[in-house]
């Protein structure tokens, strides 16, 4: 049971004062999660690419180099907002509960997508902008690359002046908050959002122990009560296992208007493994298909 030595550990790293460190030297050095190599870099810039065209296609019509733009969780690596900026777009603000961006992380991602460069023009279907070569601070970001990173900062409370962004993005960071912290999150992105402005959102509801453990269900976190999962869930690795329809329904109660849905429902494979399992009672009042989601796309806009 890999999955669960895993949870242990960094349930165990999640208590120490420098647990965040500690844990990100152990998935660095001991696991190698990272960095996590041109293929991954690969598919963040596409998911980039993806919250462009949602912004051009829902957002207000403000050309990408005069947008600003705003992600919460960007996580160690910063591969959205460098995305960003090699897409052309001119300003962000970029926020995180601890100041986990890496300088080695961000230069990883800055030297992957200059290398990876020939292909993703081609995913982009435009020239991208000369990152230029690493750089030496966080606080270079901005001036570089027009990325204002602010960590620590409270994504239900930010302290920023409402109606300041033209668009919201979340990459596979939903599924990481807390289902009534993500409430005020939400509706602190609508206070941010200007009228007219979009809001794009991936959010990953599979078991992530289950990227770890190839052994383990996409769906194995199902099975647990609230009082046993929370044995397991790290504030590290914290998994809030929501299904689909609960998070439309918190960006509903925010204000937004969701204008796309695009949930990737449960294969055939999927739906009878979810049939046999024995669900925690949490799950058992959703449909097959709706608790069988494993990634959810949307799009929503603020009113006006």
Not at 21 to 46: C, E, I, M, W
Not at 95 to 106: K, N
Not at 168 to 194: G, K, N, Q, Y
Request: include cysteine; charged fraction near 25%.
């Amino acid at each position: 049971m890999r999955w669960l030595a895993k949870a242990a550990l960094q349930r165990t790293l999640g208590a120490l004062p420098q647990g965040e460190r500690l844990n990100y030297v152990f998935q660095r050095h001991v696991l190698h999660s990272f960095p996590v190599g041109d293929t991954a870099y690969g598919q963040k810039f596409t998911r980039a690419v993806n919250h462009l065209a949602a912004y051009e296609e829902h957002g207000p019509q403000i050309p990408v180099a005069e947008a600003t733009f705003f992600e919460f969780g960007a996580g160690w690596d910063l591969a959205i907002p460098v995305s960003y900026a090699l897409l052309g777009v001119g300003r962000q603000v970029v926020i995180d509960i601890r100041p986990s961006a890496r300088i080695e992380l961000v230069n990883e991602t800055i030297a992957a997508l200059e290398r990876l460069r020939p292909e993703l023009e081609e995913t982009a279907g435009r020239s991208l902008r000369d990152l230029g070569g690493p750089i030496a601070s966080i606080a270079e970001l901005e001036p570089r690359f027009g990325i204002r990173y602010l960590a620590p900062c409270d994504a239900r409370h930010s302290g920023l002046p409402p109606d300041i962004v033209d668009f919201v993005s979340s990459t596979d960071t939903c599924e990481h908050i807390p289902a009534a912290d993500l409430a005020a999150v939400f509706a602190e992105c609508r206070r941010l959002l200007r009228p007219g402005g979009a809001f794009s959102c991936r959010i990953d509801l599979q078991d992530h122990y289950s990227y770890f453990d190839r052994s383990l269900s996409r769906y194995n976190f199902l099975r647990y009560s609230e009082p046993t999962w929370a044995l397991v869930n790290s504030p590290l690795h914290y998994q809030n296992r929501l299904r689909a329809p609960d998070y439309l329904r918190l960006v509903r109660e925010a204000g937004l208007d969701i204008v796309v849905e695009r949930p990737s429902r449960p294969s055939d494979e999927g739906r009878a493994e979810l049939e046999a399992m024995s669900l925690a009672k949490r799950f058992c009042g959703y449909s097959v298909e709706d608790v069988g989601v494993t990634i959810l796309s949307f799009v929503a806009r603020a009113p006006g």
